[in-house]
């Protein structure tokens, strides 16, 4: 973001907060589903050998299904590694290190992430700086073909090579050995000219990278995005799908969806109309799951001057989705997360507010006809940026999660659940 853009950003929170305590103040005991509870989850916490000062985890889930953990540390010399972990008989491996330097772009909400291929192959991502501006950084993917013991050295996959924002990536296995991936990217930004110029905008796009390393020329999905939120994907039967908030020329931020048709990118279409008009980007972004044609997009929106978390079905591989349920406890922070269950249901993870500073990691589930579980506490948080953004997969009969413990110094944690207390 740009200076003025964090301003703005700054000024539209504490508006919006100030809309919600007011707002809250009115509702009934219960209205969203009253306060969480734990009784009967059993959550059990993983150890795990990360570095204190550690931050940034991701997760994901392997051919083989099992959880494979990454998160940013720090190094010597003012450096950071990437490192990632396995989760095996319900304890995760010894970590290994994927890729080390210094001058990377560390952000609590800009992320690193992996993908596992078929064939031991693996592919990562993480961000580098790219110029001196404070918001010039350019994507880096490193693959491995032995499991992760060894890495190359990494590609850049946008050759615009522009001191700009290159981030937000969702990164997925393509065909044979190669792996896609879709980034906000900010090429067309020009900090020193009027940031709502038609000329000065943040991109969507999208590329591939085989196993040699060789990234293809990208392509432009959505010319208009929001600033700074992640963006999300999910494997249907049909193709891939990606989720991400958009920015109309209004100003209007809702959560768009593009779908691959016959080897090309459909439109950007809502996923639900919510008319959230923001002047500035809330760095909060949407994510997916899929299973089939099955689709589940989960998101947070401050429509209405009323912070929300919702999620949305669809049961034709993303092209339509039903109206959407709202999940949270009345004071979100948003930071979500989804999972879809073989019940036709989905898992939504957020951050509830609980105090002025405090929060919880509430995960709930929600059927496809709407009906609410109750809500459930992972683990106690903060609603500060430190707590970064928590994240779960499934692996096995149990729920896994990732979250940073904020703290000086913060710490990276993971714990799993069975997935039987959940739905």
Known sequence: MTSTETLR??????????????????????????????????????????????????????????????????????????????????RWSAPRTIASGRGWFVNWADFPSLAVLPGNRMAAQWLQRGGESKYAYDVRVAVSADGGVTWT????????GTQTEHGFVSMWPARGD????????????????????????????????GGDGRAAPDLELDGRVCDCCQTGMAMTGRGPLVVYRDRSAAEVRDIYVTRMVDGAWTPGQPVHADGWVMPACPVNGPQAAAEGDRVAVAWYTGADSTAQVKVAFSGDAGATFGAPARVDGGNPEGRVDVVLLDDGG???????????????????????????GEPRT???????????????????????FAWTAPGDPSMVRAARMPLSDLR
Do not use: Q
Not at 153 to 160: A, M
């Open 9 to 90: 950003y700054f000024s539209g929170v504490c508006a919006l907060a100030a809309a919600v305590m007011l707002a809250s103040c009115g509702e009934r005991a219960g209205e969203h589903g009253g306060a969480p509870s734990s009784a009967g989850i059993v959550v059990t916490e993983l150890e795990l050998n990360a570095a204190p000062g550690s931050g940034e985890p991701n997760l994901t889930v392997g051919p083989d299904g099992r959880a494979y953990l990454s998160w940013i540390e720090p190094a010597a010399d003012s450096a950071h590694a990437l490192r990632f972990a396995v989760l095996e008989d319900g």
């Open 153 to 160: 050295p990494g590609v850049t996959p946008h050759t615009d």
């Open 178 to 209: 190669s792996v896609a991936l879709v980034w906000l990217d900010g090429r067309k930004f020009k900090p020193s000219a009027d940031e709502h110029a038609a000329g000065n905008e943040m991109t969507l796009r999208y590329t591939t990278i």
């Open 346 to 372: 989905a898992l939504v993870s957020w951050i509830e507010r609980t105090g002025e500073k405090e929060a919880e990691v509430h995960v709930r589930h929600v059927g496809a006809d709407g009906t609410m």
């Open 378 to 400: 992972v683990a106690g948080s903060s609603s500060a940026r430190s707590s970064g953004f928590p994240r779960m997969v499934p692996a096995g009969e149990h729920l896994v």
